[in-house]
């Protein structure tokens, strides 16, 4: 009997979702994957290229953007307020800016979709644009993700925003206004509210500055600068100040692949026996890197390679061997730079020797999904020794998982981590609602299939 192993991936249609089977076939044997693997373009700098292009002057150019549905999301409604944007799907989009202060009032409801970056962000430019009156809602996932945390710093600034639940909630209705300027020091690290609070105060009078307790994801500040904003940062603080009203210039922007999808290889590279991936083109910004600190001190093989800055953004390609890993402690100023991650990072946890835990991170409870409910309840259906606390996961690794029927909760990031644990698994795992992927990935079962035996 020969020892060779096939992993079969099929796509199955049922109505209106995709239920991904992942079955690997032939016991025992080498499963290694292999390959060189092109990731999609990192999705928070496609929607920031998108947006600030849309209000900037003259033309941006944008090489390299996530034709994910979140960018489509922002693209969309940026076009209903009158910027031309050629078609995502092609290697230059262009952006027509309009410049400040100059988006129209939509005849129509602005849909961001899935997208929290798309809804949070777009409120700080709606909010600050006199005169005119913006709707905007999304789908049943971000219709119940708090929004109170942007809506209240703009009230602050003298925004007027009506929803349910005190305008926590979207659908939301703004009311442009000519705003105040304001010190916001928000509760939350987050770079969606940093983000929103600094285009606000871009067509405000004076100086915006927010202070957040840990450093988000500084994509916003960089292309900020880079679009000709006037803008301090304070590293000892966390402090960003912009000086309004700024006008911003078109660019020319090259987005670097999204770590976040680079992610589901390392973890896939790092557990899967006998693996070697090289993931190309990865951008590694410090402030995102918090999956290679985590993955290297549970003992994962990664090299960084080819170390470039591309268009202000520090870039690398990344060499993943596999090797044998070990629980550890994660939490504290880790979690903004691994934030996203948190779900294939506990599928590694659960190959790990040892227990791993995971706090301060109760902030995954307000993403896609309550991430936290859904990993410990999807794992352990594959068998896996994991509990859910109020901010974090506990688990115990180092037992084989087996196949399993899951649920995507139309989590895109929960539907690619499962993806990575069905390849470990004894036997065949269904993961249902599995279309979620092209919120951020929309080639991600292609490239399984190219590196899988
Ligand atoms: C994002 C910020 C993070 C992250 C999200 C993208 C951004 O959210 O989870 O996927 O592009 O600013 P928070 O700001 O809510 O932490």
Redesign the pocket.
Known sequence: MSNAVTIDIQVEQQAAHQVLHINPQGSGGDRALRGTIQIPGD??IS??SLMLGAIAQGETRIQGLLVGEDPQSTAHCFRAMGVEISPLNSTLVTVQGIGLGNLQEPDRVLDAGNS??TL??MLGLLASHPDRLFTVTGDHSLCRRPMG?VVKPLQQMGAMIWGRQGASLAPLAVQGQRLQPLHYHSP????????CVLLAGLMTEGETTVTEPAL??D??ERMLRAFGAKLTVDPHSHSVTVQGPTQLQGQSVVVPGDI?SAAFWLVAGAIVPGSELLIENVGVNPTRTGILDALMAMGADIQPENQRDVAGEPVADLRVRASALKGCDIGGALI?RL??EIPVLAVAAALAQGKTVIRDAA?LR??ESDRLAVVASQLSKMGATITELPDGLEISGGSSLNGAEVDSYTDHRIAMGFAIAALVAQGKTSIGRAEAASISYPDFVTTLRGICP
């Open positions: 999705k928070s929607h920031r929290g970056t949070r962000l945390r939350v690290a987050s770079a969606q509210v940093k983000s988000s994801r994509h916003s976040s903004p934030i996203d902030e307000v993403k």
